[in-house]
């Protein structure tokens, strides 16, 4: 209700029209939800976030080649848009396209200032990489990088509790538990 009051004080307010578009979609209602975004992108068509905003409604109702679209298109006004970067790494793994995926993590990790959290970020993607891959010893190791480097990690302790388990490695899988 406060996003649709802001438009009809002001038609062109176009964090209103995101705002109301993600809000439509939270309630469900996707086909609103699409039209504000497309909105959204009228307003501010050389911007790359109307674009990953749309993007990310086309990844609610399922359309992810339209979304992979739409995150390529940000990414062309913006080369160094991290969260299209990512999002795009996201559905590559999705779809079970892991190196495709992998490029687009580290590029989006690239885009941020650097940080031991980041970094300890980082090192979580490329174990959940190699955890899918099948490559459980690697993905432990990264993952207790991680958690060297950032102990608060939850994805990097859940991945090593979850790469332990794969190995039946129960009494690291135990003290990990532990710890958590």
């Known amino acids: 209700r406060s996003y649709e009051q ?3 004080i002001d038609t062109s307010y176009a964090i209103a029209i995101m705002s109301l578009g993600y809000a ?5 209602e996707q086909a609103k939800a699409v039209d504000q975004m497309e909105h959204y992108i009228r307003l501010v068509p050389d911007a790359a976030d109307p674009r990953a905003s749309y993007a990310d409604i086309l990844i609610r109702v399922g359309r992810y080649d339209d979304a992979l679209e739409q995150y390529q298109k940000s990414l062309l006004l913006k080369p160094d848009y991290w ?3 990512n999002q795009i790494g996201t559905i590559y793994m999705t779809k079970g396209r892991l190196k495709a995926a992998d490029e687009q993590f580290h590029k989006a990790i690239a885009a941020l200032p650097q940080s031991p959290q980041l970094k300890a970020n980082h090192l979580a993607v490329d174990g959940h990489l190699n955890l899918l891959r099948g490559r459980y010893e690697e993905a432990a190791q990264q993952y207790r990088d991680a ?5 608060t990690n939850g994805e990097a302790a859940y991945g090593l509790l979850n ?5 039946k ?8 538990l532990a710890g958590i």
């Open 6 to 8: 802001a438009l009809e």
């Open 24 to 28: 439509y979609s939270t309630t469900g």
């Open 83 to 85: 969260y299209s970067a």
């Open 147 to 151: 958690l060297s480097l950032d102990s």
């Open 163 to 167: 790469a332990f388990r794969k190995l």
């Open 169 to 176: 490695d129960m009494k690291h899988a135990d003290e990990v």
